[in-house]
T-cell receptor
Framework: DTGVSQNPRHKITKRGQNVTFRCDPI?????LYWYRQTLGQGPEFLTY????????KSRLLSDRFSAERPKGSFSTLEIQRTEQGDSAMYLC??????????????FGPGTRLTVL | AQSVAQPEDQVNVAEGNPLTVKCTYS??????LFWYVQYPNRGLQFLLK??????LVKGSYGFEAEFNKSQTSFHLKKPSALVSDSALYFC??????????????FGTGTLLAVQP
């Protein structure tokens, strides 16, 4: 059973550039979440998908951020016109929704973004 | 609003001694609570969750957590600590606002340091 994978693991970019991250969830997981984690803090929710539908976006997710999950499998998170405040670890998690209670989210290794 | 608090930034314990990492929560309604562990430059690994039922929940790697409704706590415990348990531990609660989202709200984390 392969876990959640994320690429790239590290990204260094200059302010104003666009970046895109990819997340491949655990096979057959129908929910996919994006979180952001800054140093010394716990992860903060950004957005999530059920299959290919994006069902919720956090107010943290400015207009410069966009996420897609076109075929209900992998997802991409794009940040346009990056700012230094975007520097963080971007975590992806996937889960299998069931009717017996809350799903358990399994996290990938994250993509660490550094904006110079 | 739902929230969790981890009152200790760091917990130090000697190898072989029992360990406790504290977490308190604030929710409206029944809480769904989780513990995750994060090793350096890695994503979060799921340890255990409380949904309902027994107040003592057993999880991975010998960890367990005790749910206490009257004290609104969900402390993580292990009878005998290992040096390899040294890591950052996060408590999380399911956010019930917004319906079926299942997004998690994390605490700020507790660094566990186990001395040999």
């Amino acid at each position: 059973d392969t876990g959640v994978s994320q690429n790239p693991r590290h990204k260094i970019t200059k302010r104003g550039q666009n970046v895109t991250f990819r997340c491949d969830p655990i096979s057959e997981h129908n929910r996919l979440y994006w979180y952001r984690q800054t140093l010394g803090q716990g992860p903060e929710f950004l957005t999530y998908f059920q299959n290919e539908a994006q069902l919720e976006k956090s107010r943290l997710l400015s207009d410069r951020f966009s996420a897609e999950r076109p075929k209900g499998s992998f997802s991409t998170l794009e940040i346009q016109r990056t700012e230094q405040g975007d520097s963080a670890m971007y975590l992806c998690a996937s889960s299998l929704v069931w009717t017996g209670g809350p799903d358990t989210q399994y996290f990938g290794p994250g993509t660490r973004l550094t904006v110079l | 609003a739902q929230s969790v608090a981890q009152p200790e930034d760091q917990v130090n314990v000697a190898e072989g001694n029992p360990l406790t990492v504290k977490c308190t929560y604030s929710v409206s309604g029944n809480p769904y609570l989780f513990w995750y562990v994060q090793y350096p430059n890695r994503g979060l690994q799921f340890l255990l969750k409380y949904i309902t039922g027994d107040n003592l929940v057993k999880g991975s790697y010998g960890f367990e957590a005790e749910f206490n409704k009257s004290q609104t706590s969900f402390h993580l415990k292990k009878p005998s600590a290992l040096v390899s348990d040294s890591a950052l531990y996060f408590c999380a609660v399911r956010d019930l606002v917004g319906g079926a989202t299942n997004k998690l709200i994390f605490g700020t984390g507790t660094l566990l340091a186990v001395q040999p």
